[in-house]
T-cell receptor
Framework: DQQVKQNSPSLSVQEGRISILNCDYT??????FLWYKKYPAEGPTFLIS?????DKNEDGRFTVFLNKSAKHLSLHIVPSQPGDSAVYFC????????????FGKGTRLHILP | DAGVTQSPTHLIKTRGQQVTLRCSPI?????VSWYQQVLGQGPQFIFQ???????GRGNFPDRFSARQFPNYSSELNVNALLLGDSALYLC??????????????FGEGSRLTVL
């Protein structure tokens, strides 16, 4: 039973344009949502997170939006750069009690020149 | 500062064998967690250890075990290997104190192939 779903396995975006990665979740107990980025042969790296009490969090070119009623979140990257080409994992956790994080399957983002 | 280090980076085992994977967390991090990433899937939580005690366990069989040492390094053991255990095993560390952000620091992983 997938609690965190990323329905787009891949996405191609022109350099300089906006990249929008989407994620849905099913568990209402999740109260922290995260995005991780992974390059080949490297471990995932933390990108940005958002608490369930917020609907938007911004960090430079990266913005995460949370729609709790729809159980949906999205990551916006503006403007997209070649170095953004990677696999992006949406993830969620319950509270701050432990490091158990539930990951989606990932979306591979290709930034086209 | 050194990041999370894992060893070995690659290994090949045969069915029924046992494997031990090792992880050294970032200095000052007391929490270590283990994740399994099968090809085409996201990382899946196996264990978390904090201050040498098991803090969480994912939905994995008893063939999987782990421990944390006084220096906060950790080992993951898998017994009676199955073909389905072939995966990238990721170790992550965190402080687990202060304001929670969900930020884990992952190592590059140990890629296990079971033949």
């Amino acid at each position: 039973d997938q609690q965190v779903k990323q329905n787009s396995p891949s996405l191609s975006v022109q350099e300089g344009r906006i990249s929008i990665l989407n994620c849905d979740y099913t568990n209402s107990m999740f109260d922290y949502f995260l995005w991780y980025k992974k390059y080949p042969a490297e471990g995932p790296t933390f990108l940005i997170s958002i608490s369930s009490i917020k609907d938007k969090n911004e960090d430079g070119r990266f913005t995460v939006f949370l729609n709790k009623s729809a159980k949906h979140l999205s990551l916006h990257i503006v403007p997209s750069q070649p170095g953004d080409s990677a696999v992006y994992f949406c993830a969620a956790s319950v509270g701050n009690r432990d490091d158990k994080i539930i990951f989606g399957k990932g979306t591979r983002l290709h930034i086209l020149p | 500062d050194a990041g999370v280090t894992q060893s070995p980076t690659h290994l090949i085992k045969t069915r029924g064998q046992q494997v031990t994977l090792r992880c050294s967390p970032i200095s000052g991090h007391k929490s270590v967690s283990w994740y399994q990433q099968v090809l085409g899937q996201g990382p899946q939580f196996i264990f978390q250890y904090y201050e040498k005690e098991e803090r969480g366990r994912g939905n994995f069989p008893d063939r999987f075990s782990a421990r944390q040492f006084p220096n906060y390094s950790s080992e993951l053991n898998v017994n009676a290997l199955l073909l389905g255990d072939s995966a990238l095993y990721l170790c992550a560390s965190s402080r687990l104190t202060g304001g929670y952000t969900g930020e884990l620091f992952f190592g590059e992983g140990s890629r296990l192939t079971v033949l």
